[in-house]
């Protein structure tokens, strides 16, 4: 494990254009230079932090923390607002699962326009196709359209095709609350061994996963990084935040 | 020579050139769910120019024959199946484009996918269909006429610039549209009026003789010129004006940067939007 960062982020804020009326819009792109159109809201307040090479990183946080938001920002989907951030190599996003795939076509062939879309060229693609249905393990429905899959299924899909794209930084979120036991821990195995070469940048609100396979977990609350350490320390802050937040809540009631 | 360009003129094509893999595998996934399901398939490429070839022959030949005065009816009909096929290339992305973000709103928003090939691959299908209809036209020319001019070996010079004005449109349309549903809507009312100020039906020195003033104008619709020089070489066996010629690819390659630009300038804003 060297020490060099393979995701810096500082000071990376994001609002999202708030919108009164939908041609507001359009307004803003025709007229943008002269007046503002929308209100901001920002999700992300000046994020700060950096994992290095080979770690694994774990985030908790509330919904609407952020959490989702910054993911994408680092897999290059959507652009900060304000700060920097480099992430070193390439990327493969575990994201909202499945949702990538077209229902009409089968498995295999999602498979290659997912792979494509990672950036793997055709040969390689060509190499590895029967390894990512091996590793899905899903049997013949893998030459099925993607409609008559479960979810858990679609899940094994998308998490075979990133396992298979060589990349550097595997970007997951709570992608695998979704599959049976068996794939949860033939993913866990995959991760373990990925974090030897690769860096890993997982979401999840399995506490217990999160202390398992992490060497760091990072609190996000309101858009800005409320703890990052040590996974046992951090997810008992995390607990005993949300247990007050619950009494405070049904005291209030 | 090719050192001298400076990167923003070339930009575009480096990025395709890079996701190349992807435009591939993405327009092949869009060939195989139009013809899944379908008792025909790929046999409705051919036969959908054919029925509208048969029909606007029919139609026009006997009911507009001002307009065919001095040609044969083959030859008139084939004048205009070369306009058609231009112009529904043009009219279908037209349409597609403002909504081609909202429809590949999985792909933009859930993974990281280079939004900017959408354009390419639209249009990449596009031209697909309007070249077996373009193989269409040739095997009725071979039936009809015989034979096909010699310069129709040009056909690909109007091709590659027309290409590029049309996905300067399209990426347009797109960065537009993604805004506003209402591009969708204006697109839906202004392009079946730009098909008669489209020389489809009738050709602009038809015009140019009845109506000088009206024709400068006509000749400004870009389709229109593409249509009128496309018919010279692969029908009239002309070689198009070159000065016309060498102004028309400018205007497509101005409009393919000037396109592009503003996608990629609105492109952050649109992940948001959309």
Redesign the interface.
């Known amino acids: 494990m060297s020490s060099e960062p393979s995701i810096r982020c500082s000071g990376v804020g994001k609002a ?2 708030l ?1 009164a009326h ?2 507001d ?2 307004k ?2 025709l007229f943008g230079l002269w007046k503002k159109f929308y209100k901001e809201k920002w999700v992300l307040n000046d994020v700060n932090f950096t994992v290095n090479k080979g770690e694994r990183v774990g985030i908790v946080g509330r919904n609407g923390a952020g959490k989702t938001t910054l993911l994408q920002i680092l ?5 900060p607002t304000r700060g920097e951030f480099t992430v070193g190599g390439r ?1 493969a ?1 575990i ?2 699962l499945g ?4 229902g ?2 089968t498995g295999r ?1 999602n498979a ?3 792979a ?3 950036g ?3 040969k390689e ?1 060509d190499e590895r196709i029967e390894d990512i249905a091996a590793f899905a393990e899903i049997g013949s429905f893998f030459e099925q359209p993607m409609r008559t899959y479960s979810m858990g299924m679609i899940a094994r899909v998308a998490f075979a095709i990133c396992a298979h794209a060589d990349a550097d930084v595997l970007i997951v979120d709570e992608a695998l609350s979704v599959g049976d036991e068996l794939f949860q821990r033939k993913c866990e195995r995959y991760i373990a061994e990925f974090s030897r070469n690769g860096t890993i940048l997982m979401v999840s609100h399995d506490l217990n996963f999160l202390q398992n396979l992490c060497d760091r977990v990072l609190w996000l609350e309101n858009g800005v990084v409320r703890e990052i350490g040590e996974p046992a320390r951090i997810i008992a802050d995390y607990r005993a935040a949300m247990i007050a937040e619950e009494n405070q809540a049904t005291g209030a009631a | 020579m090719l050192a001298s360009i400076p990167a923003e003129y070339v930009a575009p094509f480096e990025r395709a050139w890079r996701h190349r ?2 435009i ?3 327009v092949r ?1 869009e060939f ?2 139009r013809f ?2 379908s008792l025909l398939g790929p046999a409705w490429a051919v036969l959908s120019p054919l029925i509208m070839l048969l029909t606007y022959t029919t139609l026009f030949s006997i009911t507009v024959p001002q307009l065919s005065a001095g040609m044969s009816i083959t030859d008139y009909a084939s004048g205009i199946f070369i306009g058609l096929i231009v112009f529904n290339l043009f009219s279908e992305l037209a349409y597609r484009a403002p909504v081609l973000l909202h429809e590949h709103v ?8 280079p939004s900017e090939t959408i354009a390419w691959t639209a249009t990449i299908r596009a031209f697909t269909y309007a070249g077996v209809a373009f193989g269409v036209y040739i095997a009725f020319r071979l039936l009809t006429a015989g034979s096909v001019p010699l310069t129709i070996v040009l056909t690909p010079l109007l091709v590659i610039p027309f290409f590029l004005f049309i996905l300067g449109v399209v990426w347009f349309l797109m960065a ?1 549209g993604a ?4 591009v969708a809507h204006i697109m839906a009312s202004i392009v079946p009026v730009l098909m008669f100020a489209t020389p489809i039906f009738y050709r602009v020195d038809q015009i140019a003789q009845m109506a000088p003033s009206a024709a400068v104008w006509l000749r400004l619709n870009v389709v229109g010129d593409y249509i009128e020089m496309l018919r010279a070489v692969a029908l009239d066996g002309e070689i198009p004006n070159v000065v016309g010629y060498l102004a028309l690819v400018a205007v497509s390659y101005a409009a393919f940067l000037g396109g592009y630009r503003f996608f990629m300038r ?1 492109k ?2 649109i ?3 959309i």
Request: glycine residues 6%; proline residues 2%.
């Open positions: 999202f254009q919108y939908q041609n819009q359009l803003q792109v897999c290059g989907i959507t652009f990327i996003p994201l909202a949702s990538g795939f077209d009409l076509l062939e290659r326009i997912g494509a879309i990672l793997l060229s055709r693609v | 893999e992807l591939r595998a993405v996934r195989i769910s899944r399901g999985n792909f933009v928003k859930r993974s990281i996918f537009l805004f506003t549903r209402d609105y952050a804003v992940v948001d939007v």
